[in-house]
């Protein structure tokens, strides 16, 4: 009889009792343009001794600079690569560089990334703010490797990925 009259006792109280009361909850959204990318030029080392010894290096900075420490940079031109970004102004996001292919007698590696007016980081995944259309500038070290040299053009290849956080 007592677990009769509990349950009675139950049912009888008024359904808002056994509810917790309504919660608001906001709704985020940001719209942003989509990130579009143009290659303004190509990473250039320029003319390159076919004389080049295995490990040594040949390094473009983002600003330019190159540092050739075995002289083995002949002529042409020498530069980073440049990536104009276009993209929704203030938002955060993530630039890396990535899928490095190097020719038949080279390794390429160390991607250095300058943005906009940021100075110059490792572009693994580096973070930072955008703005509505700024430069990427990338350098790197290309290494001789010990395959046989033949002299003549010997293109290799990266892909840069500029993502919203």
């Not at 190159?66 to 102004?89: C, F, H, K, Q, Y």
Request: include cysteine; hydrophobic fraction near 40%; aromatic fraction near 6%.
């Amino acid at each position: 009889m007592k677990k009769a009259i509990g349950a009675l006792v139950l049912l009888s109280l008024p359904y808002t009792a056994w509810s917790a009361n309504p919660e608001s909850v906001t709704v985020n959204v940001t719209f942003v343009d989509a990130i579009t990318m143009s290659t303004a030029n190509h990473l250039n080392f320029g003319l390159v001794d076919s004389a080049m010894a295995a490990s040594e290096t040949i390094m473009i900075s983002p600003d330019d600079t190159v540092t050739d420490t075995n002289n083995r940079r002949l002529g042409g031109i020498a530069e980073a690569a440049e990536v104009t970004v276009s993209a929704s102004a203030g938002q955060a996001i993530t630039i890396s560089v990535d899928n490095i292919v190097g020719g038949v007698h080279y390794n390429l590696g160390s991607p250095t990334c300058k943005y906009d007016v940021n100075t110059s980081v490792a572009c693994t995944s580096y973070s930072t703010t955008s703005v509505a259309s700024g430069a990427l500038l990338i350098g790197m070290t290309l290494t001789r490797n010990s395959v046989a040299m033949t002299p003549g053009v010997d293109n290799g290849s990266f892909e840069v990925n500029v993502t919203y956080n």
